[in-house]
């Protein structure tokens, strides 16, 4: 077990969060689990789990730092949704930001970046 990670107890869910970016184009960036992890190869959008005592924002913040070396400015929380999958369920908390004019500098820990229209 990882020592400050929000992990569930029994009936419990594990929280979540990802980012919703859309260009000045309308274009979705969608990034690509890697091949060795859990869901491997489906398409999702930035972000990961919640740790233990942080504030969702500031872990959506944390994990857009660590997957894509990006800072993001000013975010919009979306209505929560639970997701359940055979190792558990997810609580899961999309922020949107709008009109991102940015240049993805690296992805570290993601093997595909994307941007598809809605």
């Known amino acids: ?3 400050g990670l929000a992990i569930p107890l029994k009936n419990e869910h594990m929280p979540v969060v990802c ?9 979705l960036f969608a990034v690509q689990r890697s091949a060795h ?11 990961g789990k919640v740790e ?12 857009i730092k ?9 975010l919009e929380q979306i209505l929560d949704s639970l997701h359940q999958y055979d190792f558990g369920t997810i609580c899961l908390t999309p922020f949107f930001i709008n009109s ?19």
């Open 1 to 3: 077990m990882t020592k």
């Open 66 to 74: 660590e997957e894509l070396s990006l800072c993001v400015g000013k």
């Open 52 to 63: 233990f005592r942080e504030v969702q924002e500031k872990a959506l913040r944390r994990e």
């Open 100 to 118: 991102l004019n940015v240049r993805i500098l690296s992805l570290l820990s993601k093997t595909v970046f994307a941007g598809a229209t809605p």
């Open 37 to 47: 992890k859990r869901l491997a190869l489906l398409w999702e959008f930035p972000g």
């Open 19 to 27: 980012l919703v970016m859309v260009d000045k184009r309308g274009c």
